[in-house]
C-alpha cells in the first residue's frame, strides 16, 4: 500500500469515523439541508438515497468542503474538524468522486492522478513514484488501467477507476461516490461493486450516494434515507426492503413494478431500411440497421453502451446524416442536408428526448421557461407579433408543464442548471410529450433519477403510448427495457442482432444477444 491507511488504526472500533451533528445549509430561500445528523462507523459501506433534490449531494459536498455548512459541526475518527475545502478534507482522508467525473481529457491517467499534489518542481520524479503506487493499488482493489493512456480515450467505467486512484493516491481512507452507476453499463456497475467490497475489506468507509434501491440492497451494510433537506431514518440494510425504504424516500407508497395494459399496436408510423453511418473516422457505427414501430406500442432498443443505439437515435432524431431509407406516416424523410436535421423531424411529427440531457437536452444557463419551448420556438402560439416573442404566456405554460410533470422547485424563472437531474429529466419530457408527437424517440429516460420520478417518467411515457403514439426507447439498464417495451431490438456492433416480444424474453437471452451471439429464436 502507498502511506498510511488513515481507515486503519483506530483505538475504539465502536466509535463513528464521520459524524455530522445539526448540519444545515441554505440557498437563498431554497433549504438544501435541515439540522442533519448522521454517524458512518468504520469499514463499512454506508449508502445515502433520497430523491432528486432531496439534498444528498449537498450535504457530501459539505463533507468534501465544496461547501461550508451554515450550522453544525463535523467530526472525524472522533475529532471535531474544520473543512473549509477540498484540501481540508484530503487532509482527513476524504476522498470523492463525483457523477461527473473531474478530470482533464488530454492528461494521461498518471498526471490526472498526480495533478495538485507533485512533489517538488521536476514531475519526472512524480510521475515515477506514481507509476509504481498505481500498480500496487491496481493489483490490490482490481483498478486496471493503462496509466499511459490519455483520458479521452478512456470510456466512462475506466474514468471511473481513475478519480478512484486518485482519492486512493491521496490516502483517502474514506470514500464518497456520488451517483457512481448513473453512466456505467450493467457489467461496469458490477465490477465497480465489486471494487467496493475490495476496499471495504481493507478497512476504507465508503459513503455511497445512489438513488437504485437494487443497488443500496446488495453493495451496503447501513442506509440512510433523505426527504426534502432533513434525515429521515437510518437503518441497517439487512433489516429493510427496497419497498421500505421507498416508502421513506418519497413519503407515499411507491409501485416498483410497472402495472401497464397489453399494448394495442395500430398503423406502423417509422420504417427504418438499410440505415448505415459511418462516422469522421471512418468507422461503421450503424450496418444495415432496419426496424418498424406501429402506433400505440413502445420498441424497446437494448444493447451494452457504444453499440449503435447512441448513433441510431442521433439519426432518427436528426442529429446525425445516414444513408438508408426512412420513411414517417408512410412519407419518405431526408437523412441528408437542411431537411434532415431536428427542426424538419419536429415538422413530421416526431420528438426526442436525447441521452445527455445537458449538453443535447437543455441550455444550462437560460430560464427553465425558455427551455420549455427550444425546438418549438417558432409555434404561432408563442409570437406576440412579427418581431416579438410572447414571453408571459411561454411563462403561464411552463409553470402549467412543470405543475403537470411535479418539477421541484416549480419555478419558470430559475436557470435549468438550478435543478436536480431528475427535475431537469422532467422538463425536457414535458417538453417533447406535451407537443403529443406520433412519434417520442427517448434515450436513458431515467439516467441519475429517483425512484419516485423514474415511476413518474414511466407512466408518462406510457400514457403517451396508451393515446397511441409509438415510442422507441433505449436504455442500458435492462430492468427498464424489460419493463416499459412492448417489442425488444438487441443492438450489437452496430447491427440488429435479434427481436422478441418482451413477455417472451428475459435479461439472460438478451445478456447473450448483447454480447454478439444469436440465439436460436432470434
Known amino acids: ?74 467530526f472525524i475518527s472522533g475529532q471535531r474538524t474544520e473543512i473549509h475545502d477540498s484540501h481540508d478534507a484530503i487532509r482527513a482522508g476524504i476522498g470523492m468522486v463525483f457523477q461527473h467525473f473531474k478530470l482533464v481529457e488530454n492528461f494521461t491517467v498518471l498526471e490526472n492522478v498526480i495533478l495538485g499534489v507533485e512533489e517538488g518542481r521536476l514531475l519526472k520524479p512524480s510521475l515515477a513514484k506514481a507509476r509504481g503506487i498505481l500498480r500496487k493499488l491496481a493489483e490490490e482493489y482490481e483498478l486496471n488501467v493503462d496509466p499511459d493512456a490519455r483520458i479521452e480515450d478512456l470510456g466512462v467505467g475506466m474514468k471511473q477507476r481513475v478519480e478512484i486512484l486518485k482519492a486512493l493516491y491521496r490516502q483517502a481512507g474514506i470514500l464518497i461516490l456520488d451517483e457512481p452507476t448513473g453512466v ?39 442506509v ?3 426527504r426534502r433537506g432533513e434525515m429521515t431514518a437510518t437503518v441497517r440494510t439487512a ?51 432496419s426496424l418498424t414501430v406501429r402506433a400505440g406500442e413502445i420498441l424497446g432498443i437494448a444493447g451494452v453502451a457504444g453499440n449503435g443505439q447512441s448513433h441510431l437515435l442521433e439519426v432518427l432524431g436528426g442529429m446525425r446524416a445516414a444513408t438508408g431509407r426512412l420513411r414517417m406516416n408512410g412519407q419518405d424523410i ?5 431537411a434532415a436535421d431536428g427542426q424538419a423531424r419536429r415538422a413530421a411529427g416526431i420528438a ?14 437560460f430560464h427553465a421557461w425558455e427551455n420549455t419551448i427550444f425546438g418549438y420556438h417558432h409555434d404561432p402560439a408563442w409570437q406576440a407579433n412579427a418581431l416579438l416573442m410572447d414571453n408571459a404566456a411561454i411563462r403561464a405554460e411552463a409553470a402549467a408543464k412543470m405543475a403537470r410533470f411535479d418539477v421541484r422547485p416549480p419555478n419558470p424563472d430559475l436557470a435549468a442548471r438550478s435543478f436536480s437531474g431528475g427535475n431537469q429529466q422532467k422538463i425536457v419530457l414535458a417538453r417533447e410529450i406535451e407537443r403529443t408527437p406520433d412519434l417520442l424517440l427517448v434515450g436513458q429516460p431515467t439516467r441519475g433519477v429517483d425512484i419516485g420520478a423514474i415511476e413518474f417518467i414511466h407512466q408518462r411515457i406510457l400514457d403517451l403510448r396508451d393515446a397511441g403514439a409509438a415510442v422507441i426507447l433505449v436504455s442500458v439498464e435492462l430492468e427498464e427495457i424489460l419493463s416499459l417495451s412492448d417489442r425488444i431490438a438487441v443492438m450489437f456492433d452496430g447491427r440488429i442482432m435479434g427481436e422478441r416480444p418482451a413477455d417472451q424474453t428475459d435479461e439472460k437471452e438478451l445478456g447473450l444477444m448483447m454480447a454478439g451471439m444469436r440465439t436460436e429464436a432470434a
Open 334 to 338: 431526408a437523412l441528408t442536408g437542411r
Open 224 to 226: 440512510s434515507v433523505m
Open 184 to 222: 456505467l453499463t450493467p457489467a461496469e456497475a458490477d465490477h465497480l461493486f465489486r471494487i467496493l467490497e475490495n476496499l471495504k475489506s481493507e478497512g476504507k468507509t465508503i459513503l455511497l450516494i445512489t438513488h437504485k434501491l437494487r443497488e443500496i440492497m446488495a453493495a451496503t451494510d447501513t
Open 352 to 365: 426526442h428526448v436525447p441521452e445527455d440531457r445537458q449538453r443535447e437536452g437543455l441550455i444550462m444557463e
Open 239 to 289: 433489516d429493510t426492503t427496497p419497498e421500505a425504504l421507498a416508502e421513506m424516500m418519497v413519503g407515499r407508497k411507491v409501485l416498483l413494478r410497472l402495472d401497464k395494459s397489453p399494448a394495442k399496436p395500430g398503423r406502423t408510423v417509422l420504417e427504418a431500411d438499410n440505415i448505415c453511418l459511418t462516422d469522421a473516422d471512418g468507422v461503421e457505427r450503424l450496418k444495415n440497421v
Open 1 to 74: 500500500m502507498a502511506g498510511p491507511d488513515r481507515g486503519k488504526g483506530r483505538s475504539d472500533a465502536a466509535a463513528p469515523v464521520i459524524e455530522l451533528r445539526g448540519i444545515s445549509k441554505a440557498f437563498g430561500p431554497v433549504q438544501a439541508n435541515r439540522d442533519i445528523s448522521l454517524r458512518v462507523m468504520p469499514g463499512t459501506i454506508h449508502g445515502i438515497i433520497g430523491e432528486n433534490g432531496a439534498g444528498k449531494s449537498t450535504l457530501m459536498s459539505i463533507l468534501y468542503g465544496f461547501y461550508k455548512a451554515d450550522a453544525g459541526e463535523i
